[in-house]
């Protein structure tokens, strides 16, 4: 696997690559098996695979959490060496990722005004900035995104029609521990015993979509009711949205998802599933 820490490096070894399809897979590193996939679903459907991995400061609306997010590289390097990724770009410094690069404000249509776009004022912002240049960076044709983070994805899915329309954004489904929590770098930051309470997120997501409520609603009350009897989790919020235009229901069909943003200890954990 080729590593580079320059934008200027990386861009003169894929120009010699011409002819080649390229994906890519960008990330925050504290890499784990949900990543992994992403990497294998670029080697399976491009000739280079070319992975990122950069904290990027203008996406933490919270300061604390920033400085606490997990810093792994020689581990990440590692597992990203040994699932057959062909290119690293990890640059050191954001100025070597900005240099040259002036701060866009982007226009999602609405799809930003819910959820982690309420709750995180400016996140959603930061997050298309880093990706545009990345995508800009790198030029690839394929680009990996996981559906745990589904408004994420939805914002850079029109963010690449608009400015990168040759670019394919390819969905992969969420990868889970085996009680179900969905696979997160933010895991980590979790004790023991908080991993234990963490379980009861997709424990009841399942059970709500396994009551097959009709009205959104009256979901919405039972599963915050549930999530009031578990201590040690507080709920900041759950939504019931369609999972094409993000906007909150009224009644459940087949389009909905749920959503949910919850803080176990001080780690702030999100997860969705279809409603049906």
């Not at 895991?187 to 059970?207: G, Q």
């Not at 009897?229 to 709920?235: A, F, H």
């Amino acid at each position: 696997m080729h590593t580079f820490t320059t934008t200027i490096a990386l861009q003169n070894y894929l120009q010699g690559l011409q002819g080649k399809t390229i994906g890519f897979v960008p990330t925050m590193g504290a890499l784990h098996v949900g990543h992994l996939s992403l990497i294998e679903r670029s080697i399976a459907e491009t000739d280079i695979t070319v992975a990122s991995i950069f904290v990027n400061p203008t996406q933490f609306n919270n300061t604390a959490d920033f400085d606490k997010y997990p810093r792994t590289i020689a581990d990440d390097r590692t597992m990203l060496e040994r699932a057959g990724c062909h290119i690293l770009y990890a640059p050191e410094t954001p100025a070597e990722v900005y240099n040259g690069y002036t701060m866009q404000t982007f226009d999602f249509a609405g799809l930003d005004s819910s959820m982690e776009g309420y709750f995180r004022p400016g996140h959603f912002q930061g997050m298309a900035n880093v990706v545009f240049r990345l995508f800009d960076i790198v030029n690839p044709n394929k680009a990996f995104f996981g559906e745990k983070d589904y408004q994420q994805l939805a914002l850079v899915r029109h963010m690449a029609a608009k400015h990168f329309p040759a670019l394919e954004v390819v969905a992969c489904d969420t990868l889970r521990e085996s009680d179900g929590l969905a696979m997160s770098s933010r895991n980590r930051r979790l004790s023991d015993d908080e991993r234990v309470i963490s379980s009861n997120i997709p424990r009841i997501l399942n059970s709500a979509k396994e009551h097959n409520i009709t009205d959104a609603k009256q979901l919405k009350l039972w599963v915050e009711g549930e999530f009031a009897m578990v201590p040690g989790i507080r709920l900041e919020y759950f939504e019931i949205a369609d999972g094409n235009s993000l906007q909150v229901v009224d009644k459940v069909n087949s389009d909905s998802r749920m959503f949910i943003a919850a803080y176990v200890g001080d780690v702030r954990l999100i997860d969705n599933m279809a409603a049906q």
